[in-house]
């Protein structure tokens, strides 16, 4: 076959594959479906990508550069909102291409990694220039600021059906904190807004005492399991016979794999040092404290963060609800932290603080970042945060009443 017919159907295949995307979720395409919507044989198509997931990293790298808006008639600030609206409204047309970006991030091939790095990269320094003499933080850190906001809101939509409109308000409000100039909302300030005490109850306080130790010895087993060996390698029975209990009782409690592990992770976080009350420390300096207090959590158990991004692909409405329990309850704690601290805005900035957390964690943990860059960058936003909230109280103490 000639170098011209071997690009054509490499690019039959990738267009084959954008064609399979625009109709269901990545994790329902097999290989076979792509295989004979280009036309070629599968033996054929193992001969252009080794695998659907080098096949689909190259396919994401090329949506994310044909919805980059590399040309933007407005300048600065005006450009990097237009920039940051845009990515958000691409995961809003085609939130399948999100959910695959997700799915990816559990991938352990190089050739994966190094595409997803480079989309990363590359959205990066976009948003670097636009920033870049708008911000008192370094632009590379401003940058990675908004990045890790815009992919948190756009988890929260696809994955926990939280309106679009608040992930576009959210990234014009952190746009505005890197650059002080806040963007007005109806809410007020210090207002807490995460319900108080209506997050909801484990399922385990609704079952007999006998019962509980019953289930916690499984999820003690599964948590020991996920600390010896990687998610995927992890079987049911195995647990269930560490557990000392049948099989049958085992679905009892849990009815796959992917929910025990999702209650797993919420004993994880319930008992992490990032759920301690903290109340001897100053409110300023206890935001960074929490914050300090979750990367160390997620430096020494990163499996269970891995799991976590892994569960929003793989699980079920059940599984969503519990991990959306956890988000909740830690983004109640930096709530608190922050009202305390008297921050403007509270809510938006937990809601900032928790996505720059996982972004930069991910990143960590998937692409080699340190986890001292990780702490780095996490108290500069810390710092920011506290050093607005400052210079607003103090103009607010000057003006006459």
Known sequence: MSTVSRRGRRRDIIDAAFDCLAGTDPDLIRIDDVARVAGVAKATLYRHFPSKEILYSIVLRQWVDDHQLRTISAVGLERARIRARSMIEAFE????????????????????????????????QYFVDDLS?????APSDAA????????????????????????????????????DRPQSRSTPRHERTDGGDSVRTPVAAELPAYKRRRRDRIVEEATSELRESRYEQIRVSD????????????????????????????????????????????????VAARIGAAVDAFEADPEFFRVNVLLHSVGGESVQAVLGDVFARARAMSLADLC???????????????????????????????????????????ALVISRADERLMIAEREPR
Do not use: C, N
């Open 144 to 179: 990675t600021i908004v990045l890790a906001v815009v992919h948190s809101v756009a988890m929260s939509s696809v994955y926990h059906g939280v309106p679009f409109a608040a992930a576009y308000r959210l990234v014009d409000q952190v746009i505005g904190l890197l650059t």
């Open 133 to 137: 003499t708008l911000t008192e933080v």
């Open 239 to 286: 647990i269930a016979s560490r557990a000392d209990v049948a099989l049958g009782t085992f679905y009892r409690y849990f009815p796959s794999k992917e929910a025990l592990y999702a209650e797993v992770l919420r004993q994880w976080f319930l008992t992490s040092r990032f759920t301690e009350p903290l109340d001897d420390v100053a409110p300023g300096p206890r």
């Open 93 to 124: 047309e085609q939130p399948q291409f999100f959910k695959l970006s997700v799915t990816l991030f559990s991938s352990t091939d190089p050739a994966v990694k190094a595409q997803l790095s480079g989309v990363a990269a590359t959205t990066q």
């Open 340 to 382: 305390a601290a008297r921050v403007p805005d509270p809510d938006d900035v937990a809601t900032m603080t928790w996505s720059l957390l996982s972004s930069l964690t991910m990143s960590a943990i998937a692409y080699g970042r340190s986890f001292s860059e990780v702490r780095r960058v996490m108290d500069t936003f810390a």
